[in-house]
């Protein structure tokens, strides 16, 4: 069946064109790494980079194969619940805010699926799965560290604060106001809900959930959209049922959506923790 058991097809029933899929790789590392340059965030990986990046690969193999199935057995068999990719994805945007460099995401899940064939899969249909994981999840990923620059999740802003805050906490002062009043405000001022919902939106907070919410959503498209319909039909042929499509990507995004803003508050709670 082809080489490496990679049949080769290219024109299954349903199946996304080839030119396509090609043209979004191109545009998309176009995008990563021209912009990433613009920005600041193609640099060379450092030592600790590369030591973050296998850390956190191994972890994610380590999450995917045991771990998730230990928890998979308490929880309900539902479309709408994937805790091994939720895993994942936690493990990702913490190597992403910890590296901030344009290929942090591709080189992260090059070694994760390159452990998973020799722990699990075995390395049939290579170097298909290779690519599809490094350009789909990855590519996203890192596509996002060069639009902001290196401070994905608005990291750079949190780690400022931090450190601004410990300054402050040594010379002797937080550097907020004096609550003077029994129900915490100055006087008997009643507080500004406006002022401080447009504080919220233009915070760290705000751009840390809405980027996490926005990858954690991108993040359900390649297995529902590329793989469904382009990849798996490569591999073995078959017609593809854009209805399964449909119903898979409609359930994976909730979820997605939840996970990624809680993994990318993580993420930086855990940089600011390491002081990277």
Request: no cysteine; hydrophobic share 50%; net charge positive.
């Amino acid at each position: 069946m082809g080489f490496n058991g990679i049949g080769g097809f290219l024109n299954s029933p349903g199946q996304i064109p080839w030119e396509f899929v090609v043209l979004y790789f191109a545009v998309a590392l176009g995008i990563a790494f021209v912009l990433g340059r613009k920005t600041g965030g193609v640099k060379m990986f450092t030592t600790v980079d590369l030591v973050y990046i296998g850390i956190g690969s191994a972890f994610a193999v380590v999450w995917e194969f045991y771990i998730s199935g230990f928890i998979g057995r308490v929880l309900p068999n539902t479309p709408f619940v994937d805790i091994g990719f939720w895993g994942r994805i936690f493990t990702l945007f913490i190597i992403a805010a910890l590296v901030r460099k344009v290929g942090a995401g591709m080189s992260t899940l090059f070694i994760f699926n390159l452990l998973s064939d020799i722990i699990s899969y075995g390395f049939s249909g290579e170097p298909i799965y290779t690519i599809y994981e490094m350009f789909t999840y990855g590519l996203l990923i890192d596509v996002f560290i060069a639009a902001t620059g290196g401070n994905i999740f608005g990291v750079l802003g949190s780690l400022r604060a931090s450190r601004g805050g410990k300054v402050k906490a040594v010379m002797g002062g937080s550097g907020e106001s004096v609550n003077t009043s029994p129900g915490g405000y100055r006087g008997n001022a009643a507080p500004d809900f406006r002022k401080n919902i447009t504080s919220f939106l233009f915070s760290t907070n705000f751009k840390t959930i809405a980027e996490g919410a926005v990858l954690g959503a991108l993040l359900a498209f390649p297995d529902a959209l590329l793989y469904r319909a382009f990849f798996s039909p490569l591999l073995y042929g078959g017609v593809v049922s854009w209805a399964k499509v449909a119903f898979n990507l409609e359930t994976a995004l909730p979820g997605n959506i939840i996970i990624g803003a809680l993994a990318a508050l993580a993420a930086v709670r855990i940089v600011k923790a390491v002081g990277q």
